[in-house]
């Protein structure tokens, strides 16, 4: 089935969300102490230069971005629901798929429970109403004089 087997693309944003997110989570924290130390050595306060700034700026990135890999990750999740067919629905859907690419398949029967003796058996296919043909006359006939053209 086509729609079964194609991945939600929810699911690869959610990753490289998620990737970086962490990866500049990770190297703003790195930054964040090695600038914590110059100004320590220094004797500067923390946040006294533009650095600081955007040292927090790509942490708090990094950290948006993670958040969003997971919400992404969830929704997606929760979409794919909606996505599929009923289950009622998927052996009919994959037996048209079949006979649809040529393969002239027909899926084979699910194997059915065993009837006690006596018991009534559900038919096993119910019969499909055939679809009548449209009679000639039902038909449209196209127009035998070309249409007028109104200015």
Known sequence: ??????????ARAALLYITLGSLTLVWS?????WLRSQHAQ?????FSTAQDYV??????????????GLAV???GRAARHAELPPPEATPTVAQTDRLAAGTGQVAAPAPQAPVAPGSLRPPATQP??????V????QPVPPSQPAVRVR
């Open 73 to 75: 990750g969830r929704i």
């Open 29 to 33: 924290i790195v930054w964040y102490f």
């Open 55 to 68: 040292c927090l700026g790509t942490l708090l990135t990094g950290l948006t971005l993670l958040v969003i």
């Open 42 to 46: 220094q004797d500067v306060p923390f």
């Open 128 to 133: 499909v109403a055939a679809v009548p043909a």
């Open 1 to 10: 089935m086509a729609l079964l087997s194609k991945p939600s693309p929810a």
């Open 135 to 138: 009679p000639a006359a039902a």
